[in-house]
């Protein structure tokens, strides 16, 4: 329980117009109660001028690459300086997918989905499987079947829905 008054009242308090998500330092303390660093999401007050709204809408996302960054733990897509990430523990021969964050911005453009198709490629190549802790993750390998081999036998209840 929280008996700082101050912290408690600031607790799950944002600013209007910014979402934010937390991400642990990578490295193998961040496992063991690592420090959290803010990722901001969107522009401060969370609205884009009708220039910048344009210029994201009309990205080519699919001449983006995907690219495996393991110091950090994730699968990277940068579009215009704005980057969506695929989160990742390995244990072994299995990848856990823990979390997919996608700026705001980019939201409704396949990011997310490019993003996950390429990481599960990539798994698939390296002969490795995959525990989808992420709901999109799951709900992505839902949609795409030809992934659910991947999926390790224990953990293919995330993928079918069932509790």
Known sequence: MDVNPQRSQRKGVESPGV?????????P?????????????????GRLQAAERETFMTMDVSAAQVHDNPGKFRFELRVGGETGVAM???????????????PETLEGQG???????????????????????????AAYIRRHPEYRALVVPDYLYLVDGEN
């Open 19 to 27: 979402r934010r998500a937390w991400l642990l330092d990578s490295g």
């Open 29 to 45: 303390e961040a496992h063991r109660g690592g420090r959290r660093k803010p990722l901001r999401l969107t522009t401060p007050t």
């Open 88 to 102: 990742y523990q390995r244990r072994g021969n299995v990848v856990v997918f823990t979390h997919t964050l996608v």
């Open 111 to 137: 990011v997310a989905s490019k993003l996950i198709g390429t990481a599960l490629d990539t798994v698939r190549a390296a002969s490795q499987q995959v525990v989808p802790l992420c709901p999109f993750v």
